[in-house]
């Protein structure tokens, strides 16, 4: 993974479900390493009711991990942010006043439910792409709804959705419909980019553990190649 660029993570500290402390956001982020991993875009949800952070709140929140990664000598570590914006009753609120964070200033990573789609999930994709941004669906190997319709991929792909996968999906630790769904999307050319969408150690040490079959794995590294636009973004 050396070079890799991790586009989805929850190492920011203190501001989601992810890194509790800064020294947390450290440990993960000298885990990484382990791997060759030096570049992140940060990705803390933005979700109402649960973890309302704004622009504001976020870049507090980077600011604090870049100070103590200066303090350390670690000036290897190139880290950005932008935020995972789920579909919510709010979100068409956020996107109008544009209280949003997009990769790279034109990808919007979005998610929602793993039981149910978002019932402005059509209504916000048409929004999102009328202010010129590019719709890009979180870990969509993770929507158990979907799986009883294989076929609502491929309409994502034609509504023009960019799809992000999760690296840990490759493995067993989600389960295993959600493995058969991820190596099925890979096979079909359907995911644009990879995250690790990691939180904790406990993730980390489960990605360690991922195996790649033979099958995909060229296209797999096609994929991680194109994440590597997002490096000092």
């Given at each position: 993974?050396?070079?890799?660029?991790?586009?989805?993570?929850?190492?920011?500290?203190?501001?989601d479900d992810?890194?509790?402390?800064?020294?947390?956001?450290?440990?993960?982020i000298?885990?990484?390493?382990?791997?060759?991993?030096?570049?992140?875009?940060c990705?803390p949800?933005?979700?109402?009711?649960?973890y309302?952070?704004?622009?504001?709140?976020?870049?507090?929140?980077?600011?604090?991990?870049?100070?103590?990664?200066?303090?350390?000598?670690?000036?290897?570590?190139?880290?950005?942010a932008?935020?995972?914006?789920?579909?919510?009753?709010?979100?068409?609120?956020?996107?109008?006043?544009?209280?949003?964070?997009?990769?790279?200033?034109?990808?919007?990573?979005?998610?929602?439910?793993?039981?149910?789609?978002?019932?402005?999930?059509?209504?916000?994709?048409?929004?999102i792409?009328?202010?010129?941004?590019?719709?890009?669906?979180?870990?969509?190997?993770?929507?158990?709804?979907?799986?009883?319709?294989?076929?609502?991929?491929?309409?994502?792909?034609?509504?023009?959705?960019?799809?992000?996968?999760?690296?840990?999906?490759?493995g067993?630790?989600?389960?295993?419909?959600v493995?058969?769904?991820?190596?099925?999307?890979?096979?079909?050319?359907?995911i644009?980019?990879?995250?690790?969408?990691?939180?904790?150690l406990?993730?980390?040490?489960?990605?360690?553990?991922?195996?790649?079959n033979?099958?995909?794995?060229?296209?797999?590294?096609?994929?991680?190649?194109?994440?590597?636009?997002?490096?000092?973004?």
């Amino acid at each position: 993974m050396e070079g890799f660029v991790d586009i989805h993570n929850h190492i920011l500290p203190g501001i989601d479900d992810g890194a509790k402390t800064v020294e947390d956001s450290l440990a993960l982020i000298k885990g990484f390493g382990e791997f060759g991993v030096n570049d992140f875009v940060c990705t803390p949800h933005i979700m109402e009711n649960y973890y309302p952070n704004t622009p504001t709140t976020i870049s507090k929140s980077l600011s604090l991990l870049k100070n103590e990664l200066k303090m350390q000598g670690m000036n290897e570590i190139n880290i950005s942010a932008a935020a995972e914006h789920m579909i919510d009753a709010n979100f068409e609120t956020k996107l109008k006043e544009s209280l949003i964070m997009p990769l790279a200033n034109k990808y919007l990573l979005i998610e929602m439910s793993f039981l149910q789609a978002s019932i402005n999930f059509d209504t916000s994709i048409g929004k999102i792409k009328s202010v010129g941004l590019f719709p890009t669906l979180a870990h969509p190997e993770r929507y158990l709804f979907m799986h009883r319709k294989m076929s609502s991929y491929e309409k994502l792909k034609k509504d023009g959705i960019l799809l992000q996968l999760n690296l840990l999906s490759l493995g067993s630790y989600y389960g295993k419909d959600v493995q058969k769904i991820a190596h099925y999307l890979i096979g079909k050319n359907y995911i644009n980019l990879l995250g690790s969408d990691i939180h904790n150690l406990e993730q980390l040490m489960e990605l360690k553990k991922v195996t790649l079959n033979r099958k995909n794995i060229q296209k797999i590294k096609e994929i991680l190649n194109e994440n590597k636009k997002f490096k000092n973004s």
